[in-house]
């Protein structure tokens, strides 16, 4: 080491170049320096042995050194001018692979790829080495990483909080066409981007019972105490924003023991208790939930979103007494704390605690400063995904919290009853306690009464929010709801994953589309462009044929990158209705082999998503997807026509992948069931057309395309309660081509011969079909009908494709971010010098 007192260059000359400091400089020489540096000092292997997954962990802790540098400059900046920040409270964040994203922010991937080169290193090698963290379940997780991105490119001070699990979503394999779950060891080669804040800790209490007793000065106070004493410590990994110096921080907590708690604190003298507690707290936070699980309201998940949760707002209380020197009082002023659904809510009745049990606030001071803090972003409609805790379970975890919402609801059940007297019926469908099938805590209630602003994640989604799950508190408060349609990071969706269309773009509208997508407007004027045309037609071929090996090589199926690819990825559950595209396909197939003259439009039909490991329909319909492959692939006649391909684990890093490759997105869930969809947007800005109902924000995409340029088909949500209403019987549906498709699933034509394994879901769609595949069947074959004539007509499609890149402008997180951050969290830019 040679230059370490040096100060850092900004000039690119050749002398400034050879001075620049090994942790901060930008250059390809500064950066290779500092890889081998690493290599040297924190890696600490002899350069024979040295393999790329070495470089990786050199070059990705070199660039951390980069990204720190800017975190100190972003905190001391954030501190000086007295900012309001962001707390977003997430129990799950899907980061996806971090170096290739901080290269792209920094703006040093070119430097970092001559570098490697220097070093004989190949940098895609080097960059696949990454195990992705994997900490998150879909849509909610990777909402919030994209958020993350956003915040911080917009120079808005952020923090996430949340959870380091030791074991994120599960691996998935595909063994005889079903699905595995293999653990997932993400952090088994350690984790560079994460710094480890021992010192950064907080106690957690938990079980036990509430003490109430009078204080020296005869005030009524609470003192909890607990069965049990956790401790989290704090794991800070740095948020660059894209070609600016904000750095923020995503904070994840991980549980330890607190030693000998058991024994000092009560001197029970049950030492053998002791040491099972020590070993039962690091469980806290060993492994992820996967969503759609039937066994929801488990003990240990309540405890996990309480863990993280109260960790996350002391370190907040925390910063406010000793950093910033600030009161209590002034927490709204200085802090925006958003709920990523119901899973941190928990955090209402906690900060409540924390403000009257410890700082010992008057109950209507805390209150006050709760509600205005406090932020609840809703994502799910699904009666069944609506959190409650059973009101016992609650009892023994929670006590203290418990009489907290007690007192909450006695509360706000007084207000109710203030402006809708007599309404005994309102005040049990709004109270936070409810009352059918055993008594239980309905946190979905209290997130949203203890929260100044609510949230649904699309314009429809929050429409039907206010007009049924959460009605009655729309009517008490209107002015609390709002809508803030979700967007995805253009910097990981295009930057990143589509760097063919993104050299492109640079070249036909200018740099500047990455920070403000809007500007995709552009390639309006080049639609009818024929040079442009074969430019963009060639991006997707080269995307399509990328994502064809990774296909031959993950899937084992060959695809032709000429024919029109057609894609659904995203987690395999009933109401996305992954069945209804089989049964499309299982059509086509019938009408190959009724009609071997028939030409039909060639496709490839490809498959991903992870199925929660107790589903056991989503399961099946994984087998069923591989069962019709197989049949499909194998048949010498049809395989010239089409192809099916599972792709297995679906997951950020081959996302990347997969989205730049489709020609046609398929969103086909029932309408009103997905609150959102992400996925279809990475479609859109991509270039592929979308067939879908309207259903989430498939309705703004559409809006914005133009109908002509959006394939739609399907019941309306004003329908499907219509048809419900009137007492659902699919088999009114079920003729024609759908008797047929069902038949041949049932029948064991792609199950050599076995009735059993697919009875399930026959059965299923035959006699109850609670997400209406049978009654949108029809429409959605017709649909489909279209999409492949129009694939005939190239130009006409190509003008299609570009015309949904160059309006998908509003689908930016930095859109959604921006407006959360004018009408919900009163935070502003601050640049960071
Ligand atoms: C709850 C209790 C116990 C265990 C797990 C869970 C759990 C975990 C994760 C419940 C739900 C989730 C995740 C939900 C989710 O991803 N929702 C999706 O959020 C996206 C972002 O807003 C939307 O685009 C999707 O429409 C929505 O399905």
């Known amino acids: 080491m040679t230059d370490s007192s040096l100060p850092e260059s900004t000039g690119a000359d050749v002398a400034a170049v050879a001075r620049e400091h090994s942790r901060t400089g930008r250059s390809a020489e500064a950066l290779r320096r500092a890889v081998v540096d690493h290599l040297r000092y924190s890696i600490g292997r002899p350069a024979a042995a040295l393999e790329p997954s070495h470089y990786y962990r050199a070059l990705a802790l070199a660039v951390r050194d980069r990204m720190q540098d800017n975190r100190a400059v972003s905190t001391q900046t954030s501190l000086d001018l007295d900012s309001k920040v962001t707390c977003y409270l997430s129990a799950e964040f899907l980061m996806g692979p971090q170096l290739g994203a901080n290269l792209l922010n920094l703006g040093i991937e070119d430097a970092a790829r001559e570098a490697l080169a220097e070093l004989g290193q190949d940098y ?86 509430a003490e109430h007793y009078t204080d020296d000065t005869g005030a009524d106070r609470v003192r909890w105490v607990p069965g049990r004493v956790l401790k989290g410590v704090a794991y800070d990994t740095p948020i660059q924003g894209y070609g600016v110096k904000t750095c923020n921080v995503l904070t994840l907590w991980s549980a ?14 049950d030492y053998y208790k002791a040491v ?11 492994v992820l939930y996967p969503n759609d699980e039937p066994e929801v309201g488990k003990r240990l998940r309540l405890l996990q979103q309480y863990f993280f949760v109260s960790c996350s707002l002391q370190h907040i209380l925390h910063i406010v007494d000793d950093l910033a020197d600030l009161s209590v009082h002034e927490l709204p002023q200085r802090f925006a704390i958003q709920l990523n659904d119901t899973h941190p809510s928990i955090g209402v009745a906690e900060l409540m605690r924390l403000l009257v049990d410890e700082r010992l606030l008057s109950w209507e001071e805390a209150w006050e400063i709760t509600v205005a803090t406090f932020g609840y972003t809703n994502h799910t409609l699904l009666p069944e995904a609506l959190e409650t805790w059973p009101l016992t379970m609650f009892a023994e975890s929670l006590p203290r919290h418990l009489e907290i919402i007690y007192e909450i609801n006695r509360r706000f059940l007084d207000e109710v009853d203030a402006k809708f007297p007599e309404d005994a019926e309102r005040l049990r469908r709004m109270s936070l306690i409810g009352e059918d099938n055993g008594k239980s805590v309905r946190m979905a209630h209290l997130a949203t009464v203890g929260s100044h602003a609510i949230n649904g ?23 609390r709801f709002s809508n803030k349609t979700n967007g995805v990071t ?28 809007a500007k995709l407007r552009g390639l309006e004027n080049h639609v009818d462009d024929p040079v442009f045309q074969d430019r963009w037609r060639a991006v997707k071929r080269a995307n399509k044929a990328r994502l064809a090996d990774y296909v031959r090589a993950n899937a084992g199926v060959e695809l032709n990158a000429d024919w029109l690819f057609d894609v659904q990825v995203k987690r395999i559950h009933e109401y996305k209705r992954q069945h209804l595209n089989l049964l499309h396909i299982v059509a086509e197939y019938q009408r190959l082999k009724q009609n071997p003259e028939l030409r039909l439009t060639p496709r490839a039909y490809i498959f991903g998503g992870k199925a929660a490991p107790g589903y056991f329909l989503a399961k099946r319909i994984i087998k069923l997807i591989n069962a019709v492959g197989e049949t499909v692939n194998n048949d010498p006649h049809v395989s010239q026509f089409m192809k099916v391909a599972f792709v297995p684990n679906f997951n950020v890093q081959n996302g990347q992948l997969i989205y730049p490759g489709a020609d046609l997105s398929e969103q086909i869930s029932t309408a009103g069931k997905e609150a959102s969809g992400t996925g279809n947007m990475k479609f859109m800005i991509n270039g592929a057309l979308t067939i879908g109902t ?99 007509d190239t130009g006409a499609w190509t003008r299609m494709s570009i015309l949904n890149t160059a309006r998908s402008g509003k689908f930016s997180s930095d859109r959604a971010i921006a407006e959360y951050c004018d009408d919900i969290w009163d935070v502003s830019a601050l640049t960071v010098l």
């Open 490 to 517: 253009p910097r990981r969706f295009v930057g990143l994953a589509n760097p063919g269309l993104r050299a492109l773009l640079d070249d036909t509208i200018g740099a500047g589309w990455l920070t403000d997508l």
């Open 124 to 209: 895609d090698t080097v960059l696949a080495c990454e195990e992705e963290p994997g900490l998150g379940n879909g849509g909610l997780g990777r909402l919030a990483a994209c958020y993350l991105d956003s915040l911080a490119t917009l120079e808005r001070p952020a923090i996430g909080y949340g959870i380091r699990y030791e074991f994120g979503i599960f691996d998935q394999e595909i063994h005889d066409g079903w699905q595995v779950e293999k653990t997932d060891n993400w952090l088994d080669n350690g984790n560079p981007w994460e710094i480890a804040k021992p010192d950064v800790s907080y106690l957690v209490n938990w079980g036990g019972y």
């Open 457 to 479: 994640v699309a314009a429809l989604h929050s429409d039907l929010l206010k007009g049924s799950v959460l009605k009655d508190f729309y009517e008490m408060w209107p002015e």
């Open 694 to 792: 309207l259903d989430g924000a498939n309705v703004e995409m559409r809006e914005e395309a133009g109908a002509e340029n959006f394939f739609l088909f399907g019941l309306t949500v004003d329908q499907v309660q219509q048809i419900k209403r009137d007492g659902y019987r699919p088999s009114d549906y079920i003729n024609g081509e759908l008797a047929t498709a069902l038949d041949l699933i049932g029948n064991g034509t792609f199950s050599h011969g076995d009735t059993e394994v697919f009875r399930p879901i026959v059965d299923n769609l035959r006699f109850d079909d609670p997400f209406l595949v049978c009654a949108d069947f029809a429409s959605y074959l017709e649909c489909q009908d279209r999409v492949s004539a129009a694939w005939q």
């Open 256 to 269: 330890r023991a607190v030693k000998s708690f058991a024994l000092e604190a009560f001197n029970t003298g």
């Open 276 to 286: 099972e507690d020590e070993v039962n707290s690091e469980t806290v936070t060993k």
